[in-house]
């Protein structure tokens, strides 16, 4: 206690001190709850604030949470058959994979795929040799069942080059 009371005599003997005494009794008592208004409006906005917000955006979370994993385990078996059968009772391999396996056999770089809500997917290409797109459309049609549904082909910088996009679908057949 030591600490506290030479801290204490610290500040009375100091010019906040001896301000603080040559006051009224009234005014000291208005010093003193004005005082306490501050403290207690700095614990509010720094400490209790903060704290009562984290609580309040914490539990909307897990109650969001708690209603995901609720449907979760309600859809349980549907989610599973829906996982376990390919798209539309198609046998066929998935088109990313298709795809991707073809450009490396022709070795062409995709920049960009971007599968579809039909189930089609977009292909970006920048500046590639123009036979080889060709090779890779002929690929995918005649060995991996593939359409092309839309083509966009522009010439790029350098000669023999182009740039485009392409939308695959799986073929009817």
């Given at each position: 206690?030591?600490?506290?009371?030479?801290?204490?005599?610290?500040?009375?003997?100091?010019?906040?001190?001896?301000?603080?005494?040559?006051?009224?009794?009234?005014?000291r008592?208005?010093?003193?709850?004005?005082?306490?208004?501050?403290?207690?409006a700095l614990?509010?906005?720094?400490?209790?604030?903060?704290?009562?917000?984290?609580?309040?955006?914490?539990?909307?979370?897990?109650?969001?949470?708690?209603?995901?994993?609720?449907?979760?385990?309600?859809?349980?078996?549907?989610?599973?058959?829906?996982?376990?059968?390919?798209?539309?009772?198609?046998?066929?391999?998935?088109?990313?994979?298709?795809?991707?396996?073809?450009?490396?056999?022709?070795?062409?770089?995709?920049?960009?795929?971007?599968?579809?809500?039909?189930?089609?997917?977009?292909?970006?290409?920048?500046?590639?040799?123009?036979d080889?797109?060709?090779?890779?459309l002929?690929?995918?049609?005649?060995?991996?069942?593939?359409?092309?549904?839309?083509?966009?082909?522009?010439?790029?910088?350098?000669?023999?080059?182009?740039?485009?996009?392409v939308?695959?679908?799986?073929?009817?057949?």
């Open positions: 206690m030591s600490i506290v009371k030479s801290a204490k005599d610290q500040l009375q003997t100091g010019s906040i001190g001896q301000w603080y005494l040559a006051k009224s009794a009234t005014d008592l208005i010093i003193k709850i004005v005082s306490g208004l501050i403290v207690a614990f509010y906005s720094v400490v209790w604030k903060p704290v009562s917000d984290f609580n309040v955006e914490q539990q909307a979370r897990y109650a969001m949470e708690l209603s995901l994993s609720e449907w979760i385990a309600l859809n349980q078996s549907a989610l599973r058959r829906t996982t376990s059968l390919p798209v539309g009772g198609n046998t066929a391999p998935p088109l990313l994979p298709s795809i991707t396996t073809a450009a490396n056999k022709t070795q062409l770089k995709l920049d960009r795929l971007q599968p579809d809500s039909d189930g089609g997917v977009n292909v970006t290409l920048q500046e590639q040799r123009f080889q797109v060709l090779n890779w002929s690929l995918l049609e005649d060995k991996q069942r593939l359409k092309v549904e839309r083509l966009s082909i522009d010439r790029g910088d350098r000669n023999g080059n182009v740039s485009g996009q939308k695959l679908t799986r073929s009817e057949q």
